[in-house]
């Protein structure tokens, strides 16, 4: 003896359609470009990188090149923090900075940091301190007080960096 439910809303497929459909709400990707200068010119700064750090954490970092445009792609909407970084190294497999690496990073760039601002503690008053690329705010972006607004699409953030 076989039953049958009665059937009811429509077919089963077109149940599938239109959940499915709904339930897909995928952001388009995020893309960014721009220019970035320093003190208004051109940087000039070999192997400088610009970060963006997405309100969930995730890092997109690309290069900087010496006339000061770049450009970003893949990047989550919404509110995102910027900051620099030189020479980035990549995950193999993403092309992004691992979070190990990242740490790595900052911790190295702090290092290098500390090493170059050594000459300013122990320099006389008439001599020149070390130079340093960029004022250290500016390599941490939850420090650097750069953030941006990216919406779906293409955004620009040009950045003059003083």
């Known amino acids: 003896m076989t039953m049958s439910l009665p059937r009811r809303g429509g077919s089963p497929a077109l149940l599938v359609l239109v959940f499915g459909v709904a339930g897909c709400s995928s952001e388009p990707p995020v893309g960014v470009s721009g220019t970035v200068t320093v003190k ?6 070999p192997g400088l990188m610009i970060s963006f750090v997405s309100a969930t954490g995730a890092v997109t970092t690309v290069p900087v090149a010496e006339n000061g445009t770049y450009m970003a792609s893949g990047l989550a909407s919404g509110e995102t923090r910027v900051g620099f970084a030189f020479g980035a190294a990549k995950d193999k497999k993403t092309g992004d900075p691992s ?4 740490k790595e990073q900052a911790e190295r760039r702090r290092a290098e940091y500390d090493k170059k601002m050594e000459p300013r503690k122990k320099a006389k ?3 020149p301190p070390a130079k340093v690329p960029l004022p250290q705010r500016y390599l941490d972006p939850l420090k650097s007080g750069i953030t941006t607004t990216l919406k779906p699409g293409d955004n620009v953030l040009d950045v003059d960096l003083k």
Do not use: F, S
């Open 40 to 45: 208004g010119a051109a940087p000039k700064l």
């Open 99 to 102: 979070p190990e690496d990242a």
């Open 125 to 127: 008053p008439n001599e």
